[in-house]
């Protein structure tokens, strides 16, 4: 039953990521949960020391995920396009 979450909550927030940095027609709903598990991943590395994946689903943990998405966005994008947009 976790993963069937992590696909879910991944999906979401690869999708919220991918409209904050508007490249939301690049990608389908694949990428998109990529992009929210690795930024999930990268967000926690980040910001709560690695330890994400211990954390019950809340607001923050929701919103660590976010921003390690769009920060994952923003470096593909710098390193395809040259700028974050």
Do not use: H
């Not at 990529?34 to 923050?60: D, E, K, M």
């Not at 921003?67 to 396009?81: D, K, Q, W």
């Amino acid at each position: 039953m976790g993963l069937i979450i992590w696909l879910i909550i991944g999906g979401v927030i690869g999708w919220i990521a991918s409209m904050i940095m508007r490249t939301d027609g690049q990608q389908g709903i694949l990428l998109n949960i990529v992009v929210g598990i690795v930024g999930a991943f990268i967000g926690g590395l980040i910001f709560s020391g690695g330890s994400i994946n211990n954390q019950p689903l809340t607001l923050y943990s929701f919103l660590v995920s976010l921003l390690g998405a769009v920060i994952l966005l923003a470096i593909v994008n710098l390193i395809r396009r040259g700028s974050v947009r």
